[in-house]
């Protein structure tokens, strides 16, 4: 279950980042999925919830944007969805060689007080 490493270096980067600026509890931590990042978002939950006391954290919430795959034809230049469609343009049926969205595995923001 790699989500508790995932959620440890998050958790880790919250704390820190609180504790620069003076705050002693978090509050919310909010995150940036991608569909193709691996992550399986229960285990992600469940590895926040597990942790969560370790890291000052035993009130927070955690906040989840997951952003589904996108991916972008290079025959065509067309965008399509990656979950729908695979890496096969539904336009003109050629691969796509590149993801636009779906990788991300982010820390975006971190509330305290
Ligand atoms: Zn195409």
Known sequence: ???VG???GAL???RRLMEKRGGNRLRRVHMTIGSLSGVVPEALQSAF????DSYAAQDAALDVAWVEAVCRCD???ADFSFTEHGYICPGCGEPALAILRGRELE???VEWE
């Open 49 to 52: 919830l597990a942790l969560k």
């Open 6 to 8: 995932i959620m440890e």
């Open 1 to 3: 279950m790699h989500e």
């Open 107 to 109: 820390l975006t923001r």
């Open 75 to 77: 025959a065509c230049r």
């Open 12 to 14: 880790d980067m919250a």
